[in-house]
Antibody, heavy 121, light 107 residues
Framework: QVQLVESGGGVVQPGRSLRLSCAAS????????VHWVRQAPGKGLEWVAV????????YYADSVRGRFTVSRDISKNTLYLQMNNLRAGDTAVYYC??????????????WGQGTLVTVSS | EIVLTQSPATLSLSPGERATLSCRAS??????LAWYQQKPGQAPRLLIY???NRATGIPARFSGSGSGTDFTLTISSLEPEDFAVYYC?????????FGGGTKVEIK
């Protein structure tokens, strides 16, 4: 059974850092690109970042480039989102979402349940 | 950067009725348009990709059409579980983007 489980969210002060995790099961991360998508409270969806299935590339939305970094640990089948210099505007539920096998299609066919990040002093 | 405009913002219908949701792109995205359903407290679920292809396990009452800049999601006969928010998403141009959503509520 394919599953993505996010963790690591919480309340953090502006300017501080937080690392989110996305544990995958039922499939191997090395075969799939995985994205981060966020949703501010009561708002719509915003694509944040992607790590290529072969680990060769990462891409970021302009709003987070230079502050957020995507990485993974294949041995743990887990994806990470390191978030630095957090701002109030980063407050959102963060979802990890899987792309189609062997492709970087920006098509999100499996999603985790999300983890809430609140940036507040 | 492409902007996706969804209309209406809210659609009030009764079970059994037909729902027609619109998504308009600020420039052509070819057929690279997807639709997602999101229920309260849940993650989105992929319904339709490449404008008209149903994702795995999606009932036949959901259908998509369109190309270029104008797209439609149709739910032929609303079931109680279909009342939710629907988002369109384009992947034809960088960066990928979502529309603002249409809420389908019970009338």
């Amino acid at each position: 059974q394919v599953q993505l489980v996010e963790s690591g969210g919480g309340v953090v002060q502006p300017g501080r850092s937080l690392r989110l995790s996305c544990a995958a099961s039922g499939f191997t991360l090395s075969n799939y690109a995985v994205h981060w998508v966020r949703q501010a409270p009561g708002k719509g969806l915003e694509w944040v970042a992607v790590l290529w299935y072969d680990g060769s590339n990462t891409y970021y939305a302009d709003s987070v480039r230079g502050r957020f970094t995507v990485s993974r640990d294949i041995s743990k089948n887990t994806l990470y989102l390191q978030m630095n210099n957090l701002r109030a505007g980063d407050t959102a539920v963060y979802y990890c979402a899987r792309d189609r096998e062997g492709l970087v299609d920006f098509l999100f066919d499996q999603w985790g349940q999300g983890t809430l990040v609140t940036v507040s002093s | 950067e492409i902007v996706l405009t969804q209309s209406p913002a809210t659609l009030s219908l009764s079970p059994g009725e037909r729902a027609t949701l619109s998504c308009r792109a600020s420039q052509s995205v070819s057929s690279y348009l997807a639709w997602y359903q999101q229920k309260p407290g849940q993650a989105p679920r992929l319904l339709i990709y490449d404008a008209s292809n149903r994702a795995t396990g999606i009932p036949a009452r959901f259908s998509g059409s369109g190309s270029g800049t104008d797209f439609t999601l149709t739910i032929s006969s609303l079931e109680p579980e279909d009342f939710a928010v629907y988002y369109c998403q384009q992947r034809g141009n960088w960066p990928p983007a979502f529309g603002g959503g249409t809420k389908v509520e019970i009338k």
